[in-house]
Every structure is written in structure tokens, then in C-alpha cells.
């Protein structure tokens, strides 16, 4: 198991190579760089060109990809010309906030997952299951956005049970009971709305290892050995069809990503997500490419959690 | 006490497809004595391992009419909490295919144990562990203590069936029943495992109904053998009386297409027409008269039943009497009324 | 020379692992396999899962590549990359083991039999129709059911489609690997009955693999008998069941269920008896490795792996 691991990082490292690569060359192609957003119009043209190459800006791109990359590993990602700080000060408090944001959404994932994939299988083609299922269908088809806008429309306009945008309510000291309360109250409504829509995958494909581990013939053998229903369920069907889940649980990750960008923007909360999306509309391309590089990262590592899970769980696989 | 421990009357198991029942097994009626071995031969699509599960109770939507008469309680209106009591403790089973019928994400130990926590609850872990590497040792496993530890798919078909012995001997069962037991098995291995059966029904003085296809199989292990067609039992009778002097159409057409081990190149016998399917079974008359249509339809009964025809020799319908293979004249056949 | 001659056939399948997946070792699926068939005669290749044997008659017709060794028929070399593709191929078809997942369920009948035809020969739609219907009729079933598809079939009608591809390009040679281990007994004899028959008709000649020794008793001249990848024992139908010399043969034949209850004791005291004989005489007939030695003869027709005297 531990060569499986080792050579699953292994992998890894190529991977984030090739993405910073592509990252970069992206950024590269985009028009205009650091400097023609910082200047003067007015400035002339030569002295540009002579600030441009003292900068470094003139300079093959596999040397600015080096610059680039040194800078990235001792934690310069660059300034940001829209908000004039750098880019790792920008990113820390985002990152802090959409941390916390994607862990109350799997939190809620699971919760909501959980039960009702086990009800669903188990007592598939009944009307409880009927009921799951049409409201995996919903969720299926409803866009993320829509469901937010609504859910946001309801529970923080109409009936103000909840803050409507920020992270925190102004004014609070951090470290504080209310302070942290106030964080939790307005992380509940963007990450319940996010879970209700992205938990529908994890329901079904609950349902449908439960179904089918149900079919397997070791659950005949179980029976013949006198389990009853209850034990059938819990040590063998459930045991074996939570696994697969518990391995899903690395691509969960990427998933949110995609799932914060619309969410941090409708719900204003200060993630990176929104950040993204500000960044992009401002034309704010450090960082642009940084969201993006940290983005693609969590990605990769979510993809190798999964694979780790699944080692460690499937002795199928542990073995070898 | 009687010698008869097991008794099916009248059982009939149907399942629901659409919207009509349709039976698997249909009027078998049977008795299981102690220390026996019951073998029940039929063909993909004849109700054995139907009838099989019926006395273990394992169909969960069929319709289950007649009754199943074991240690004071009839399987077919039994309560579930009862009838957990009796599998795995009074009753086991061993299945065809050891590949799937052991958890892949338990270690063996604990899936032999389970038998015992449900069963034994007075055991404690420690006594456990020692009675499974006792089992391991008796179904014949080479370094049980480093087995008990294993995964089944770190084991050998062969080895994996005799785990699920294991599980099903694990209490002393006094009815077994095998489904098909050696037939995902290689010869050499399948003879091993035949042989263990055999040592341990005396071992602990067990019924058995041995459900195969094989006759070989049948030949060697049974006491007595019942012949399924149909969802019905067409012949039943001691395993000498039934390979020396087999009568019904249905028995005598399935011993000739076997490849016989002693003779040579003869033609092999080929039985008419295709097993029906559960949903165009006869339901009126012979069910096999479709598969012998040279025989006359007088020769057949209206509503077959089973005839004593010596004791404990049973056949079922009247064509046995007016039976003869068509390559062979209606004088050749000597088997029937003189 | 013989109609098909193997050569100190060898198929290895390596063994990857590692850190980088290299190639660690091989598995030795096939390991010096000789033997030849005559014209119109029945060879059965018979063993346990694992012995090689499939993977023998899979390496024949190029389904494996082949490690090392030749394999020739009618004398062209099978092995060299040209004969390929030549049209020798089409000399050698295969029959396999399961009717119910070898055949296409989404085809018709008329599609699954024509398809070797429209590989190797351009038939209008008129004339490729009457071939199938002639096929199909050649195997006992209705010309009319070339448009039915698969699922519509029972088990043995199906192998016996199964059979019709086989014999549409008019092979010399068929391979069949286990063709009768997923029927029931009633079925199998059809199978087996008819496969003779075209045997007959069209003098074909088969390589029949099976781990059923009984099938392969009714239906082999000549039998050879693999383990762990090679060859045990070879020699005619008589040498194998009345003489086995090799303690693997005499196991394996031992252990054949006897389908006359009267033999129940005589037959348990011969497999205790080549239990004993297996336990006490192994070493004199398998090396260090559990393998087997190379075969030696014991008469014009028998070969037995044993030990080199001296």
C-alpha cells in the first residue's frame, strides 16, 4: 500500500508542474502585463520600454516562468493592481473564508446524503424513495445560481432569518463567542443552498451501491447465517456501499470549487470564489492566475485524497 | 423420535412477474432423514435451487404455499425473528459460488465468527477466535491462524468454498443444504470437497439435500436422489434403484445424454425441444410430454401425480409405462406394464 | 509433418510492479508446449483453470502473442508476422466457452453468422443470405430466424450459432475451448452430437479444450493433459484412461465422478489410493518448482513428463 502511495505522489508532482505551466503561459498570453495597468498614459513610450526591460518584462518566457515560480515558492504571487497589495495578502483571508465555507458545505453534503441515500436504497420503489428520487431529479435540473438567488431571496430579504452578504457582522472582535457565532450565521445559508443543489450526486450513487451490494450473493450468505434485516444492513450492505462514498469524498473537493464561484458572488461573501470572479471582471490578471493556480491545486490534491481513501479503505487494493 | 427431521408437503414457491405468479416449484413434496444425503438433480430452470431457498427462507417476494415441516416450526409461515434463530444454527447452506458469496471487505475470521456471535452469544471473543481456527482446521485450511486473517480474494476458489463450509458448519447444523457446492470448482479440488462433505455429515450427524446438475456428483454422494423437471420432482427413489432401474422419460432421457465414462463413441441421447421458461410452463397435464411427442398423448395422465411404484420409489404420471427412446421399437422398452 | 504442429510453444505474461511498473518477472501461462494434430482427428487439450491450456488454443489462432517457439499448419509458419494476415487464418476459427456473452445482443443472427463472410469475401445481400440460411439449416436451425436476435435463443441453439460462425469460411481447423461447460447435460449432448456430425460432413479437424474428462473421453482421439503450463502427459484416448503413467493424470482421471452408484467404494478406495501414491511420489514427478520435467516417451504413442534417467 505504502508503493501505492508513494508512486500516487509521485504522480502528483508532474501534474502541478504542468498546470503552473499552463497557468502561466495562459497569463502570458492574455494583453497588456503588470506594468501597463500601474502607469501613466501620458509617460513616454521609451521610458517603458526601459523600465520593461529592467523588470524583466522583455525576457524569454521560460526565464519569467523561472522568476515566476521562484516568487510562487516563497509566497509572492505578484500585486495585484486593482486592490494595489500584493496577491498572497489578498488571497490569506479569502482562503481562510472559503475554507470554512467548503467544510459546512460537506458537512451538510454528508448530512443530507447520508440519510436519505440509505432510505432510497433500502426501501427502493417505495414512495419514500419515489419522494428521494424526484428530489435528486430537482436537484439535477435546477441551476446552482437560480437555487441561491431564490434561497437567498426567501430566507434573507422576505423573512431576514439570515445576514445577506459578508462573512462576519462589522465591528465584531475577533477571537470572540459572537464573533464566531456571526461567522456561522452567515456561512449557514451559502453552504446549505450549495449542498442541497451538489448533494443529489452523492444521494444517487448512495442509492445505487446500496441497490446493488442488496443484489450481492454474500448478503444471501449473511442471511443464511441468521443476521437479521438490521444486521444485514449495517455490517455488510452499508459497510460496503459507504466505502465507494468515503473515496468520493477527494472529488467532492473539486467539486465545490466550481459550486463556490456562483455562491461566494450571490451570497457576497468574501471567498475565493468572488474574489475570482471580481478579479476577472477587473481584469486584475495576477490574480487571475493565482485563483486559478490555487484552484487547479486543490483539484489534483482532492484527486489524490480520493485515491488515498480508496487504499486505504478497499483491501482489494491494499494489498498490492 | 422419528428418523424423518425434514418434511415438505405440497410446496409450491411462485414469484410475481408482471402481474401474475408464476411457480418455480409446484406440488414437491419430500421428506429428509437424519444422516442422509438427499440428492435433487434437474437442469438450469427445474426449481431446485428455488426449493432450496424456499426451505431456507431466503426468497423475500415469492409466494411460498404448502408447508416445510422442521423442529416444530413450518418454514413457509414462520416469523423472521424465528427463522433467524433456525438458519445458520439448526440450518445452513453452502453456495455455488465461492467467488461471490464471501464479503470481499471482511477478513474470513470475522465472517466464520459471525455465525457464532449470532448463535452463541455466551462465547467470548477470545473462545471465538479458537473455535474458528478449530473450523478452519477441520475443513481441512493449512495455517488457519494465518488465514483467519486473510481476505477472500487472497484465497483459491477451493479454499474460499471451504470457508463457507466453515461458516455453515460452524454451529452443527442438523440440516445442510448444498447448492450446487463444486460446481465453479476444478475436478481435483471439486473430489476434495465432495469428500469433506461426506466427513462431516458423520462429523455432526447432519441431513443433507445436495442440489446438483452433475449425476456423477449425484451418483457418488446420495442416499437417495430426487429428480426435478419443471418445477416438479418427476422421480424419486433410492440412488441404486434410480441409476439401475430409472422409469421416468425424463430420468432415463437425462442418464443417456451424459458422456459415459466406461463406453466409447456412441451417440449421445438428445432430448427433444428447450427447458420452457417459468412463464410458459405447462400447467395442465405432463409437463415432459411436449419433450417425447412420439409417445401418445393417451399414455399421459390428466393430472399427473406420483405413483409408488415399488416402495420409496416414486414417479410421477403413467407414460413411464408406454415410454421408449425413438430409435427403439415400443417391445424393446422393458420397463412398464407386462 | 502433421496437419498442425506446435513447437516448444511458450506465452509469458509479465509481471508488473514496483515503484515504476516495471516489468519484474513473467508468468509462465504457456511453457514449451509440443504437440501435433492429424488431419480429421479430435485432439483435447484438457487441464485445470490456470493450466495454460486456454491460453494454448488462444496463441494458435494469434489471440495471445506468442513468446517464443512455431506454430505451423499444413506447414506455412503461423508465427511469422506475414502469414498474419494471409488468408491461412481463415483455415483456423474458434468456437468458445459462453453462448450467452460471445454473440452480439445487438445484432441479428444474419449479421453475427455473415460476419466472417463480409471479412473475408464480397457476397451481394442476396447470395450472403443464402449462405446463412444454408448455415443455419446445417446447424438444425430454421433458416427463418436470421433476422431474430440472440436473447431469443436458448443456450444450446445459441452455441450452435455460435457454431455457424465457426464454420462459415468452410475452416479446416476449429478451435473449441470449453464449447459445452455452460450447458446443461441434456443440451451439451446436443452440442457434443452435432459438432461430431459436422466433423464428418465437412472433415474438419478439432482442437477441443476442456477440464471435463468425461467430454473429452466421448469426443478425442488423442489427449493431452497440461499443468502449471505444461504438458504431463500425451497419448491416445487408450493411453490416457486405461494406462496413465504421470500421478497428475491418474488424479485427474481419479477424480471424475462415477456415475454407477455401485462403484461409490472401489471408486473411493482408487482415489485414496492415488492420494497416497500423489503424496508419497511427488517428488519423482514434479522439480523443485512444482513443475513438471520434460516429456518422455514410453511408447510409440505415449509421452509422460518424467525426470532423465541417469
Known sequence: ?320 | MSKEMLEIKNLKTSFRIKDNYYAAVDDVTLTLNKNEILGIVGESGSGKSALAFSVMGLHNRAKIEGNILFKEHDIANISPSKLNKLRGEAMAMIFQDPLTALNPLMIVGEQISETLILHKKEMSQKQRKEKVIDLLNKVGIPMPEHVYGQYPHELSGGMRQRIIIAIAIANKPELLIADEPTTALDVTIQAQILDLIKTLKDDIDAGIILITHDLGVVAEMADRVAVMYAGQIVEIADVHTLFDNPLHPYTRSLLNSVPNTQEGQEELHVIQGIVPSLSKLPREGCRFAARIPWIDDSAHEENPVMHEVAPGHFVRCTCHNHFHFPDESKEDSTHGIS | MGFLDVEDLKVYFPIKGGLFNRTLGNVKAVDGVSFSIEEGKTYGLVGESGSGKTTTGRAIIGLNDITAGKVSFEGKDLTSKKSKTSAVRKDIQMIFQDPYSSLNPRKRVLDIVAEPLRNYEKLSKQAEKQRVGELLEMVGLSPESILKYPHEFSGGQRQRIGVARTIALKPKLIIADEPVSALDVSVQAQVLNFMQDIQKELNLTYLFISHDLGVVKHMCDDIGIMYKGRYVEQGTKQDIFENPQHIYTKRLVAAIPDIDPKNREAQKQFREEVQREYEHSYNDYFDNDGLAYGLQSVSDTHLVALPEKG
Open chain 1, 1 to 320: 500500500m505504502w508503493k501505492f502511495i508513494v508512486r500516487r505522489l509521485v504522480i502528483t508532482f508532474p501534474q502541478i508542474i504542468l498546470l503552473s505551466l499552463l497557468v502561466f503561459l495562459m497569463a502570458e498570453m492574455m494583453p497588456g502585463d503588470a506594468l501597463s495597468g500601474l502607469l501613466d498614459p501620458n509617460i513616454d513610450p521609451a521610458a517603458i520600454e526601459e523600465q520593461r526591460i529592467k523588470l524583466g518584462l522583455n525576457d524569454p518566457w521560460h526565464i519569467k516562468y523561472a522568476d515566476w515560480v521562484a516568487g510562487l515558492v516563497q509566497g509572492d504571487l505578484g500585486q495585484s493592481f486593482k486592490f494595489k497589495m500584493p496577491v498572497t495578502e489578498l488571497i490569506e483571508q479569502r482562503l481562510v473564508n472559503s475554507f470554512w465555507l467548503g467544510v459546512a458545505t460537506l458537512i451538510f453534503t454528508y448530512l443530507i446524503a447520508i440519510p436519505l441515500g440509505i432510505t432510497s436504497g433500502r426501501y427502493n420503489d417505495t414512495w419514500a424513495d419515489q419522494m428521494i428520487t424526484g428530489y435528486t431529479y430537482i436537484g439535477f435540473a435546477t441551476p446552482l445560481f437560480i437555487f441561491a438567488l431564490v434561497v437567498l431571496w426567501i430566507f434573507g430579504f422576505q423573512l431576514q432569518w439570515f445576514p445577506t452578504s459578508g462573512s462576519v457582522e462589522p465591528g465584531m472582535v475577533p477571537g470572540t463567542f459572537e464573533y464566531v457565532l456571526s461567522k456561522i450565521q452567515h456561512l449557514l445559508l451559502p453552504s446549505l443552498s450549495l449542498a442541497l443543489i451538489t448533494t443529489v450526486n452523492t444521494v444517487q450513487y448512495l442509492r445505487s451501491e446500496i441497490i446493488d451490494t442488496k443484489q450481492k450473493d454474500f448478503i444471501i450468505t449473511a442471511r443464511a447465517k441468521g443476521a437479521s434485516e438490521s444486521r444485514v444492513y449495517n455490517r455488510h450492505i452499508l459497510r460496503n456501499s459507504l466505502l465507494p462514498i468515503a473515496a468520493f469524498f477527494g472529488f467532492e473537493i473539486t467539486g465545490l470549487i466550481g459550486g463556490t464561484v456562483f455562491v461566494e458572488q450571490i451570497f457576497g461573501y468574501p471567498g475565493m470564489g468572488q474574489l475570482f470572479l471580481e478579479s476577472v471582471v477587473g481584469r486584475d490578471y495576477s490574480v487571475v492566475t493565482s485563483v486559478v493556480l490555487l484552484f487547479g491545486i486543490a483539484s489534483i490534491l482532492g484527486a489524490l485524497i480520493s485515491d488515498i481513501i480508496l487504499s486505504l479503505v478497499d483491501p482489494r487494493i491494499r494489498i498490492k
